[in-house]
């Protein structure tokens, strides 16, 4: 069954950093895509960042580039997102997920997500 559970949200100010992590149960963490994308209210989802797990190449939003940061830990089956310099733009609900690749390719192809953890950035 696959079971994502995030934590390490919260209320943080510009500039400060945060780590998201999930916990991920054994059928989620042998997916070939495990990622983060994020949502804020009334707007769609939109991916931040993934790995291609079995080489693990990594993707980028253009966003993210520069001040996040995708990890693994396999004993621990835990993915984690690493967040520097936060801007208030970065305020969303953050939602780990899996899915099959299409090639080495992850994008647009997440099928499950956990229940999210908040990200609030104020000044």
């Known amino acids: 069954q696959v079971q994502l559970q995030e934590s390490g949200g919260g209320s943080v100010q510009i500039g400060g950093s945060l780590t998201l992590s999930c916990a991920a149960s054994?059928?989620?963490?042998?997916?070939?895509?495990m990622g983060w994308v994020r949502q804020v209210p009334g707007e769609e989802r939109e991916e931040v960042a993934w790995i291609y797990t079995p080489t693990t190449n990594i993707f980028y939003a253009d966003f993210a580039k520069g001040r996040f940061a995708i990890s693994r830990d396999s004993d621990k089956k835990t993915l984690y997102l690493q967040i520097n310099g936060l801007k208030t733009e970065d305020s969303a609900m953050y939602y780990c997920?899996?899915?099959?690749?299409?090639?080495?390719?992850?994008?647009?192809?997440?099928?499950?997500w956990g229940q999210g953890t908040q990200v609030n950035v104020s000044s």
């Open positions: 997920a899996v899915g099959s690749a299409y090639g080495n390719q992850c994008t647009s192809r997440f099928v499950h």
């Open positions: 054994e059928a989620a963490y042998r997916r070939t895509c």
